[in-house]
Nanobody, 124 residues
C-alpha cells in the first residue's frame, strides 16, 4: 500500500551537510510513523530518527542529537532528514521506513515498508 523512495545521499567532507528525502506514496501516508535507519559496512542496522503518526513525537539516536533534524511535509507525502556537522562515523546506507504503529519506533521490527536506501559517505 505504501511505497517509499529515498534520495539525497552523496559524498561530503567532515563537517558538511546533506538533506535526505523520503517520498512516500499510497493512501493517507501521514497516518504512518516514519523512521530513518542506517547500516555501515560490517555493522548492524541501527536506528537514527523517527517521527510518530498523529502526535508527531520525534526521536533521535544519541549520537545525532543536535546535528540531525527529522521533519515531515504531509502535503507532499515526504519526510526529510537534515544532516549537519557530518562525521566519518555517519557513513552508511540510510533507509527510510514507514510503520503502522506509533510505538516502538526505535526498532526496525516496528516498520512495515522500506525504501531501497541511499548512500552517505563522509570523508575525514
Amino acid at each position: 500500500q505504501v511505497q517509499v523512495v529515498e534520495s539525497g545521499g552523496g559524498a561530503v567532507q567532515t563537517g558538511g551537510s546533506l538533506r535526505l528525502s523520503c517520498a512516500a506514496s499510497g493512501r493517507a501516508p501521514s497516518t504512518y510513523s516514519m523512521g530513518w535507519f542506517r547500516q555501515a559496512p560490517g555493522k548492524e542496522r541501527e536506528f537514527v530518527a523517527a517521527i510518530a503518526r498523529y502526535d508527531s513525537s520525534i526521536y533521535y539516536m544519541d549520537s545525532v542529537k543536535g546535528r540531525f533534524t527529522i521533519s515531515r511535509d504531509s502535503a507532499k507525502n515526504t519526510v526529510y532528514l537534515q544532516m549537519n556537522s557530518l562525521r566519518p562515523e555517519d557513513t552508511a546506507d540510510y533507509y527510510c521506513a514507514a510503520a503502522n504503529t506509533g510505538w516502538g519506533l526505535t526498532s526496525q521490527d516496528s516498520y512495515d515498508y522500506w525504501g531501497q536506501g541511499t548512500q552517505v559517505t563522509v570523508s575525514s
